[in-house]
């Protein structure tokens, strides 16, 4: 198999973010200079993106055997790249405030795109198990990285040892699935699926140790356990990474694979998605009632969005995957904003995780809180913001499917996460008392300002304005 | 046409008070007050001369379309007839010398203005209520008179009880009204109308005698009756309607608006012809209501709740009248009653005041030379009252339900006899309260004597009394039918059954004989013998106690109506129904501890859970 | 002499187990990593049995990558049982729970 | 484009009012003032300018397509009403905050203007989605009105006021989208356009869930017992403009969703309810009277006197007949207007003694007699006295009902003679009888009057020329009735 130029530039994106990887490297072999390293980062960063806007296509094909590049995977790579740019842009001050030794981080988050990018476009077991291998190992680096914090490393050898573990089950899975069907390409699996109406019984189990290890990725009930830990351990824009990209990775390698071997065939399997999605949204939205730390509460809140998620890719469909689509955008935007502005505030010795941490914010940083509420609104899905088309896009997939009672649990659930976003809202339009002292005493930083007001701004226009990004999604999907 | 200025100018007199009544000068509030509805009284007389004077069988003014919604169109606009006439008359005359007494009796009050404009706004409503054309309009007089009576039951607002006799004077007559409302709404339903001459066309037209429908809807109309006119079983409100000021009581509680129920019935008598035993229960109601007041009256102490408990008694009378359609005879009551019953209530008052507030009868006596204007009013008031024979105004007009309530077609000797103890009653509890109040000898020093402002009210009043009965007397002597002939093209006369004329002399032998013997037992008991009245007391006591709580009906709808309202209310304070919420948040939260538990931050528990999970997965292809 | 590729599959499935097992019932961290390896390298034993079934080298060319794999989690993962040793002066995975609720 | 200008008016003139407050507090008062004045004035210039016809201005533009989403709105007799009030009562809600607000002056003022430019999306929009989406965007500044500026018990309040709209939004959405996908199955294209739907032909037994979920956003904001409870709490702790836009306006929004889309989009289902809904709402009448009788705390008072008098508007929108529908609409504007008063009382009296326990007050009418007569007619008003414009409501929706099912009426007019009970009450405990303290108690400010004397104008206004009113709503209501006056209910409506 030889690769013809057409495939090289279809397959630039991953190439580019490698080759910044090892610029990256190189870079700190001459010499330590967080700037630079950043410029570096962000740049290719951005140099994909931009490369993606203006040469991307939505037309289909493989680079046989691992890859197939198609609008979808092109669209995710897209908000994979734009998401780990603002992430990086966000880390830039956080790190500077802390750490000495802050440029391999770059290193690791461009991997870690890497590894993503490469599970958004892969249709072959092996590059699945790459991708996700260079994104975990990359994390669980990342994850640790505040080596002074103990709540770092805590969170790093959870992540490690539970992510090593399920990749295990993964593998097994895999071993399964190839050992029943003789093949680990997503296509010879599915002809062999197309082949047997009922599931058979070791396609089945290796089916469901597949789904255990995706599960894991994602976080959803009952793999869930990992992520408040995880979330809270992590520095702030790590966070952000994981609850973002290295989601967004795992979603469209589900949906594209559950596509191509057709898996809604089996009803067993669609039970038993069907189950974790309604676990994932009851349970993570109730864990999170009386939950005071902000960043434990958006990790249950991000298991509940992937419960919502899941209800979209039940629906399946053209619908299906726009909604997922958009669904990811807005997700994407809103969880990095949050994870930012609880970046912005955090101070030397810890993050900005405790609720108390927000009493009063309005009144000491407006623009920050405002920054926030929209992110909060948005991820409780209130009109003007994206999240609420965004759920308006999974609910109408659902009822499109006639999956009524998802979305009717959907609806209930998400009256139950109300609850906790308000909460935070409402703590940080208290009063403040002049007497209590502030526990944070953080630097702002202009540039993260300016990111977190660009999503807001982003989100609140696709809030108003949908149609806009809708209409990209078309033109990538079909 | 001048008719819509009757109602308008007190009307324009309250707002001018209520708006202006802090700033202006103390001598200009009455001016004010009495002016507008002096001018009304002139312009009534004005408009009765001119209505008599010509054919028309009624005059009637349009000021604007109220609403008008396929086929229910209500307007505001006037209806003047024989009827109304008689009542604005009282209305406005009547109001006219009570506004007068007032500018002395209350100039010493800190709420003048307030006062008149009150008084003001009520004769507005009144005046709305009798001259309305429709039955929205009349409801809103109706109503109207019913906040201001609240308000003037309650216009000494500091005193707790005031209030509260206010509100239940209030909630009371609400009781009815909603009764009549519903009357109002099956009447629309039938006719698709509720403008009052079209209601009676057509009721006339559609209905047979003795109509089911004709029925309900006449009783519930009695039902708003019973409520304003305090009759059986709502009357339990008038008594302590007299917290207010005493021309408050001569006006609202006496004169007109207790009397609103009289003309409803009177008004919508075509209705009630068709139906039978709706007007044999309006007379059943007279009948007991004025017995049950008659014996309630005679134990009061109370100056002023001996003449409530008489105002309701009387009222009974012009029920009982009404219910042997002796429509005439009613209405002429109505007026004497308003004329007596004003000066009696004004006399009172007086009395009152220069008693320094003092109303116990017991505490009084002696008066008769000490305020003798006062005495020789209250005492012809009084005489016309009892219906003292052939002086009197009341005589002729209560005679003449005597008599209908025995001769009418509808007449019956229960109802007689009735009306005959009430007669007797009557004559004893008023000449008691006479004797206690202005006979023996001197209890309580007297302190200002009432002045020209107070006397003039009084005298006129007691002359109007005298000669008012002359205008309708029965046929033994002069026969005069003056009052019934000029109401006849509203209401009909009434029919006697035949064999009967020849004993209307015994009948009014008998009336005057019962009244005179009562004067004699008051006699006997208040001044001849006192000792024995307190003998008679002690040795029914209980019955006395009964008497004097009026039969006891307020306790009855306090055990059976207020209370458990209150007790029910006050347990649900704090809404159960919220309660229900609240434990789906308690299960919220104890699902949320559960849960926690689970994220214990052992690592194994983790891997555990994740095995589990993997389990339960390959545990659904048994399914 | 050929053994069908089910013992082979069952194999591999008893030697998960057992790492399985052994993660969930050790508290030393390092056993746990080791016993995550163990799992590791069954899943690649049924590559490779699942890959002879079917005559293929892809079964082999995984088993490959898992080794990598396994080598750079454990490199990480050491490193990080250090930083916390340092920390909780003990290498009991239970210890490590300061974060729950 | 006169309608988008109403609301464009409002969110630019809450922003300005917002920028203004950090140089000057009385500044952004007057930005939020003028900006009313001047919807208000638009708004009465359209009215006089209105014809008889149903649909006085329309205005259409695409917004999401691929939904067949547009952002349309439209404008007939009754959202004309229901506009008019709003910034009728805007203006107020500006005046009572006055002096009552000192901190934060800015936001609250944007905030406020939000809130109205919600409210006026809502009552004039004519697509589904759009609908929702202002039915949403008009609870989050309402939400911080509540949860900021209320009283002692302010966040309690703010979350149930909260979450109790937001589910029963969402039932609404998920009904929504229940009934685009229907139309979408009949016709092929997807649509949320109210115009288009209206005619959809629905199986009754999806009809029936869908016109539950409407139902559910609508009875609960109305609200209806047993989904009565977030309103005592958020009326009491909101402060005083925030009472008056929840009683005023927020509380309408649900009748004008009855009025506008259950009974319209739903015929037969809603006649089939009609009798329980009539039930429910002689319920909530004698039910919200009872609680108000207990109550104790002013505020809380009157905010159970909304939910009796809203008791009337579900009785009459299920009587289906044109009476019962005038008097629901002008219950509508009447209660906004008394109720609204009666919650400013209720701020004019904390203002000057810092308590809402009625138990605490009494006498007041020797130290603030213009308070006292105000009160007095607006206590009047709520207990339904003819000659103020409750009556005509209360009177037009039972003799309405009265056709369709005298049993309930006769239930429902008890809640007359209960009303009186509690609105006596107020007058009683806070003017009448006597004074404990001896606080100085000053009456009414010019400021206050100039509240007091326009709603009293308006109150007596519509109590003696409600044919205004009545008139304008008319052609909309007849249409309504030609359309579809379910035959069940038609046939008792007395001789003709």
Redesign the interface.
Known sequence: MEFSNINIVDVLPGIFLVTASVLAMLSIAIKRNHIFIFVVTTTSLMGVFLYLIFYASNHKFNVEPLFVIDGFGTFVTGLIVMSALAVSLLSYAYFEQREERKEEYYILLLLATLGSDILVISKHFVSFFLGLEILSISLYAMVAYLRKRNKSDEAGLKYLILAAFSSAFLLFGMALVYSASGSMDFSGIASYVASNPTLPLPLFAGMCLLVVGIGFKLGVVPFHMWAPDVYEGAPAPVAAFIASISKGGMIVLLVRFFDQINGFQYPVLVLAFACIAVASMFIGNILAIQQTNVKRILAYSSIAHMGYIFVAFLAGGELGKEAVSFYLVAYFLTIIGTFGVIAILSDHDRDAELLDDYKGLFWRHPKIAMVMTAMLLSLAGIPLTAGFVGKFYLITSGANAQLWWLVIVLVVSSVIGLYYYIRIIAMMFEKMEGTDELALHPRLYLINLITLVVISVLIIFYGVYPQGLIDRIRDFLY | MSLWLIPALPLLGAFVLIVFGQQLPKRLIPIIGSGSVGLSAALTFALGYRFISSSASSFHIKAWQWMDINGFSPAVAFHLDALSLVFIFVITFVGFLIHVYSAEFMVHDDGYARFFAYLNLFVCSMLTLVLADNFVLMYLGWEGVGLCSYLLIGFWYAEEKNGYAARKAFIVTRVGDISLAFGLFMLFQQFHTLNIQEVAAQAAQHWTVGSETALIISLLLLGGAVGKSAQLPLQTWLPDAMAGPSPVSALIHAATMVTAGVYLIARTHVIFELAPDALMIVGIIGAVTLVLAGFAALTQFDLKRVLAYSTISQIGYMFLALGVSAWSAAIFHFMIHAFFKALLFLAAGAVIESLHHEHDMFKMGGLKNKLPVVYWTFLIGAGSLAALPLITGGFYSKDQILWLSLAGEHGHIWFFLAALVGAFVTSVYTFRMMFLTFFGKENTPVGHVPGKGMNIPLIVLAILTTVGGFIELPHTFGHVTFFSDFLKPILPAVTMQEEMESFEWLIQLVAALVALSGVGVAYYFFIYKPDQADELKSSAADLHSFWLSGWGFDKLYDKLVVQPYVYLSNVNKNDVIDKLYESVVTVANWLNRILAYTQSGILRWYIMGIVIGGILLMALALI | MQVSAEYGLLLASVLFTLGLIGVLVRRNIIFMLVCVEIMLNAAGLAFIVAGSKWTQADGQVMFIFILTMAAAEVSVGLALILQIYHQLKTLDGDAANSMKG | MILVAFIAILMTGGIIAWIAASWSHSASRWISLVTLLVDFSLAISVWMNSSGLEWIEKFSVP?????GISFSLALDGLSLLMLVLTFFLGIFGVLVSWNEIQE?VGFFHFNLLWVLAGISGVFLTMDLFLF??FW??ML?PM??LI??WGHENK?YA???F??FT??SG??M??AI??LY?VHKSNSGTGTFDYFQLLGTQIPLGTSRWLMLGFLAAFIVKLPV??F??WL?DAHSQAPTAGSLILAGLLLKTGAYGLIRFVVPLFPEASAELAPWAMLLGVVGILYGA??A???TDLKRLVAYTSVSHMGFVILGVFAFN??AM?GVVMQMITHAISTGALFAIAGVLYERIHTRDILAMG?F??KA?FMG?VT?IFV?ASLG???LGN??AE??T??GS??AN?ML??FA??G???A??YS??IM?KV????WQSEKAMPDLSLREKLIFIPLIVTIIWLG????TV?NTV?PMIDKQFKIEQPTSIQNNN???
């Open positions: 917004w999401v397509p691929d939904f934060r929702y989406f949403e965007v989050i939400y911080f949860g900021i966040r703010a979350f149930k909260f979450i937001q589910a969402l039932l959405l998920l989208l229940g996908f017992v047993p009565h409870t005592p009872s609680l009788f207990a109550q044109q009476l005038q006498g009418w020797g007699p007569v007095l009047m006295l003819p000659g009556f005509v009177f037009l039972l003799i009265w056709q005298p009426t006769i007019a008890i007359i003679v209960t009186t009970a006596l009450r009683q003017f009448l009888g006597k003696l020329f409600p044919q009545i008319k007395g001789v003709q």
